[in-house]
């Protein structure tokens, strides 16, 4: 599996899928219309696909008196799988998201009610910032305690030298066989073809996962009154 390949040596993968398929040939005038390409197609294959090469852990520390926590550095947010906490020597089950009224009534994160273990966690937007909020806050500092599982965030794919996430001939047989559609030419669908089969070998059998609810909630409906820390 061909990645870490820079952008400038895949958009040479596309000219030449494309003039070795079809005898087309794209000069230097063509490179920003092909970059946008590939970066669109990674963007839409990392979405739309599970990769359990990206699937890792990140951990962060929980601090007593502390209720909101950035998201880990690397995890992209919005591919969460779980949250779990290890209390008592013990990694917890998944935690459920979603904090209510009926939470805040039993532990007031207003008035500052702290208890241990954390049990539960949401999407919260600070400033236009999204972070996560945990709930009961905790009583107690707990080091690399909240464990997050999810996928790593695409790296950049902007310039020449940025390299690419996903695999580099995945990225270019669907760049060709779209440049090759758009300009009518028969050879789109061998090439696309190409691409589909490449990624069934590549995905092999695809696994269900926990939709989460993004739909973060803004922190202004409750005035912050503590400083906010952040845990590394």
């Known amino acids: 599996m061909p990645r870490g390949r820079t952008l400038a040596n895949v958009r040479q993968d596309v000219k030449k899928e494309l003039l070795d398929s079809a005898n087309v ?15 669109r197609v990674q963007r839409t294959l990392y979405r739309e696909n599970e990769w359990t090469f990206l699937t890792k852990n990140f951990d962060k520390t929980l601090s007593a008196g502390q209720y909101l926590y950035d998201i880990p550095t690397g995890l992209a947010y919005d591919t969460i799988i779980e949250i779990r906490h290890k209390w008592g020597g013990s990694w917890s089950p998944p935690l459920d998201q979603g904090i209510d009224m009926d939470h805040y009534n039993e532990h007031d994160t207003d008035n500052d009610d702290r208890s241990d273990p954390v049990m539960r966690w949401d999407f919260t937007d600070t400033s236009g910032t999204t972070q996560i909020e945990v709930h009961p806050i905790p009583a107690t500092n707990q080091t690399n305690a909240l464990r997050f599982r999810g996928k790593t965030a695409l790296l950049a794919f902007d310039n020449d030298t940025d390299v690419c996430t996903l695999d580099s001939d995945l990225l270019a047989l669907y760049v060709a066989a779209e440049i090759l559609d758009a300009r009518g030419r ?22 269900g996962k926990k939709v989460l609810n993004l739909n973060a909630r803004r922190v202004s409906r409750r005035p912050l009154t503590r400083i906010h820390i952040s845990a590394g």
């Open 186 to 207: 028969k050879e789109a669908a061998q090439v696309f073809g190409k691409a589909e089969h490449l990624l069934k070998t590549l995905k092999g059998k695809t696994k």
């Open 25 to 39: 040939n794209l000069g230097k005038n063509a490179n920003p219309s092909i970059n946008a390409k590939l970066q």
